[in-house]
């Protein structure tokens, strides 16, 4: 069984937004030479989390929507500073296993891995990759 670790690093812009992060998670894979295994993707931040879904710009834009209602950055908070981005980053995981199967990533028809960044300002992000397999 081979192990491969790799990382990828990005700037992101401020507030609510995404960043399709399947083409530098594939090319990881790739360069792995793992034929057959799982690819686990991690993100060491607890203001910024990873999700699988459509990279469609109307549908980013409805769950940004939904998540300034759900989690106002103007509420009341008792945690200083950016308890919005807190709160925002629970919903999700920070972690996802995808299937390789012949090299390269098993995804769905519409699905994309992207990164969601919920902090009010830029911040410099990491993603860990780990590729386990043969």
Partial sequence: ??????SIHFQTSKGISFLD????????????????????????????????NENDDALLNDIKSFLEKLVPQNGFYDHPQNAPSHIISSLFTPSHNIPIYDGHLVLGTWQSILWVEVEPWPRNRTVMVTVIGE
């Fill in 1 to 6: 069984m081979k192990i491969w670790k790799d």
């Fill in 21 to 52: 992060i399947t083409g530098d998670v594939e090319n990881i894979v790739v360069k792995s030479k793992v034929r057959d295994g799982m690819v686990f993707i991690f993100a060491p931040h607890a203001t910024g989390a990873i999700i699988i």
